[in-house]
């Protein structure tokens, strides 16, 4: 099976501007969630889309959305972009995500690197 | 809030040493426990995981973890550790029935050869 892969792999935006980023997940998977990693933070939860409805949501602010469509790919969107939303964006996708069962694990994709100036 | 905690970030060996990897979490109910490894340049990969059973769990390249429900703990280990193991290691818990990931800050180990 391929992977999870993530478009674009690199972007560059001004402060201000917004971004779409794009991720289809593993074929089968209908669980996608995002995260974002900086050296400072780590790796954060965004949110978690299932059967095109957000299911679970971190503590971010709602300058960051996303939407998931009914062949479960999934896109997130930073609007109002700031210097610190540099980071790289990392999607993940998992059969059903709640199962507690070994196919629930979540596979990540290469990640978007987001650099904001 | 659920939390993860990995000490000693930076971690410098020598290639057969051993290494462990601490990994201790905050939630008491039932829970899912990933190790995932970042080589430099490339994605955050599986290492391995424990959903249920034997608390021994081996993953890929030689590693394995042990799950200790009582202190809440699922550390790293591998025997002797190569040049090719240089990478950043993150430990990552689930609760069951949500699969939102906890991560830890990550540990960055060097191998010097």
């Known amino acids: 099976k391929a992977g999870v892969t993530q478009t674009p792999r690199y972007l560059i935006k001004t402060r201000g501007q917004q971004v779409t980023l794009s991720c289809s997940p593993i074929?089968?998977?209908?669980?996608v969630s995002w995260y974002q990693q900086t050296p400072g933070q780590g790796l954060q939860f965004l949110f978690e889309?299932?059967?095109?409805?957000?299911?679970n949501k971190g503590n971010f602010p709602g300058r960051f959305s996303g939407r998931q469509f009914s062949n479960s790919r999934s896109e997130m969107n930073v609007s109002t972009l700031e210097l610190g939303d540099s980071a790289l964006y990392l999607c993940?996708?998992?059969?059903?995500?709640?199962?507690?069962?070994?196919?629930?694990?979540?596979?990540f994709g290469p990640g978007t690197r987001l650099t904001v100036l | 809030a659920q939390s993860v905690s990995q000490h000693n970030h930076h971690v410098i060996l020598s290639e057969a040493a051993s290494l462990e990897l601490g990994c201790n979490y905050s939630?008491?109910?039932?829970?899912?426990l990933f190790w995932y490894v970042q080589y430099p340049g490339q994605h955050l990969q599986l290492l391995l995981k424990?959903?249920?059973?034997?608390?021994l769990v081996k993953g890929i390249k030689g590693f394995e973890a042990e799950f200790i429900k009582s202190k809440f703990s699922f550390n790293l280990r591998k025997p002797s550790v190569q040049w090719s193991d240089t990478a950043e290691y993150f430990c990552?818990?689930?609760?069951?029935?949500?699969?939102?990931?906890?991560f830890g800050k990550g540990n960055q180990v060097v191998v010097i050869p």
């Open positions: 889309y299932f059967s095109e409805t957000q299911r």
């Open positions: 990552a818990v689930r609760r069951y029935g949500n699969n939102r990931l906890a």
């Open positions: 074929s089968g998977h209908r669980s």
């Open positions: 993940a996708s998992s059969s059903i995500g709640t199962s507690g069962r070994d196919t629930d694990t979540q596979y």
């Open positions: 424990y959903f249920s059973g034997d608390p």
């Open positions: 939630y008491g109910g039932t829970v899912n």
